[in-house]
């Protein structure tokens, strides 16, 4: 079975700290796709990125940075200064095939989600 | 450009009651499908629509029903709703291509006393 673990339930940092939030998956499929959601406190989910498994590319988007890594099945998501609008629940996914073929992806595994709260 | 948009917002419903969740995505998506969060679980599948036409359960499908209208609407009944259903729904739809990311309405907040 599929499965997405974010072991950090809460995280709490003071403004301008970097964070690491970390997300641990399993699936016995050979492409797949990694997903990191924001959820602010007004509940929208916001989409932030994409990793599929043939790219282990690190990839870095202004203060945001992921680490993919699948030696360890890991996908996690680093904070660089962070600030208090960082405040929300962020969440890991995991897309796999919706069909034998593995012609259509769309059900994404979600991880419990980090609950991360930025002091000022 | 609208997105995901479910109605209602807010619903409270009293046990034994039922009711439809409405979904329509104006962005052409072939999939769609329904999730609920709970606090400290994440999100979870309930139903899917890989496409028009189809529909498929997800991994908490109990309780509930679906509805693929056409390529825009999703819908998600409750029949005879229970308070373990209290929790926050979300749309979501996405394209066939395999690397799109899932597009999510904002949510609907169903109470059941």
């Known amino acids: 079975a599929q499965k997405v673990t974010q072991a950090q339930t809460e995280i709490s940092v003071v403004e301008k700290e970097d964070v690491t939030l970390d997300c641990v998956y399993e699936t016995r499929d050979t492409t797949y796709y990694l997903f990191w959601y924001k959820q602010p406190p007004s509940g929208e989910l916001v989409f932030l990125i994409r990793?599929?498994?043939?790219?282990?590319q690190n990839e870095i988007s202004g203060r945001y940075s992921w680490n993919f890594q699948k030696s360890t099945s890991s996908f996690n998501f680093t904070i660089t200064a962070s600030q208090v609008v960082d405040s929300a629940v962020y969440f890991c996914?995991?897309?796999?095939?919706?069909?034998?073929?593995?012609?259509?992806?769309?059900?994404?595994?979600f991880g419990q989600g980090t609950i991360l709260t930025v002091h000022p | 450009n609208a997105g995901v948009t479910q109605t209602p917002k807010f619903q409270v419903l009293k046990t034994g009651q039922s009711m439809t969740l409405q979904c329509a995505q104006d962005m052409n998506h072939n999939s769609m499908y329904w999730y609920r969060q709970d606090p400290g679980m994440g999100l979870r599948l309930i139903y899917y629509?890989?496409?028009?036409?189809?529909?498929d359960k997800g991994e908490v499908p109990n309780g509930y029903n679906v509805s693929r209208l056409n390529k825009r609407e999703f819908s998600l009944r409750l029949e005879s709703a229970a308070p373990s259903q209290t929790s926050v729904y979300f749309c979501?739809?996405?394209?066939?291509?395999?690397?799109?990311?899932?597009?999510f309405g904002n949510g609907t907040r169903l109470t059941v006393t």
């Open positions: 629509s890989a496409s028009e036409g189809t529909t």
């Open positions: 990793r599929n498994s043939f790219d282990e």
């Open positions: 996914a995991l897309s796999e095939p919706l069909n034998a073929g593995g012609t259509s992806y769309g059900k994404l595994t």
């Open positions: 979501a739809s996405k394209d066939r291509n395999r690397n799109s990311p899932l597009h």
